[in-house]
């Protein structure tokens, strides 16, 4: 999931915003998870670097959720190559939830091994920069998305190369 740096900014100083009205009091205790990721498959932690690796990504390139910041309902680790960035999004969410999402288009189901994925993209998305598989898992569904960066020629479509790391990682996600 690729967002313009401009959303990235907006969305951290809002949170900076709404941290600094609470600075005047201490908080003990341990961090918890943001509400929602409670036995969550977790593509940052229970994918090996070795897998990542095998894939031909460099594990040391791996982002944590977005910027480091927790998603209510959702677990997300990122990777970079040289022209795209590798996202795999662990959620709730049914693939029937993305079926019915207004804001996703160009459904179509694809085989992931012995399962099926439903490809779509974001309804935003115009100049076809991203594309998405969606897995059906036990806790809901895990999301593989490729989006190109900005400025670089795409090599190969990104919709080919989010059903090739879906078959090549299938034996990874959970069932």
């Known amino acids: ?3 313009s740096t401009g959303v990235v900014r907006l969305l951290v100083a809002g949170i900076l915003v709404w941290t600094a009205a609470g600075c005047g009091s201490a908080v003990e205790g341990a961090a918890e998870p943001a509400s929602g990721q409670e036995g969550l498959f977790n593509p940052c932690t229970d994918i090996p670097d070795s ?5 031909g990504l460099d594990p040391a390139t791996k982002k944590v959720d977005i910027e480091g910041i927790e998603q209510p309902g959702w677990k997300i680790c990122r990777w970079t190559s ?4 590798l996202s795999i999004l662990s959620t709730e969410y049914l693939l029937d939830d993305v079926r019915d999402n207004q804001g996703y288009t160009k459904l179509g189901e694809t085989p992931v ?7 779509f993209r974001r309804e935003s998305d115009e100049s076809f ?15 593989i998305n490729i989006e190109a ?3 670089q020629s795409h090599e190969v479509s990104t919709c080919g190369l989010v059903e090739d790391f879906a078959t090549r990682l299938d034996s990874s996600l959970p069932r």
Request: charged fraction near 20%.
């Open 149 to 151: 960066k900005a400025g």
């Open 129 to 143: 920069e991203g594309c998405y598989l969606a897995i059906e898992a036990k806790q809901g569904s895990v999301w």
């Open 82 to 85: 040289s022209w795209y960035f």
């Open 51 to 55: 897998v990542i690796a095998g894939v």
């Open 1 to 3: 999931m690729r967002a």
């Open 113 to 119: 091994g012995d399962r099926v994925g439903l490809q």
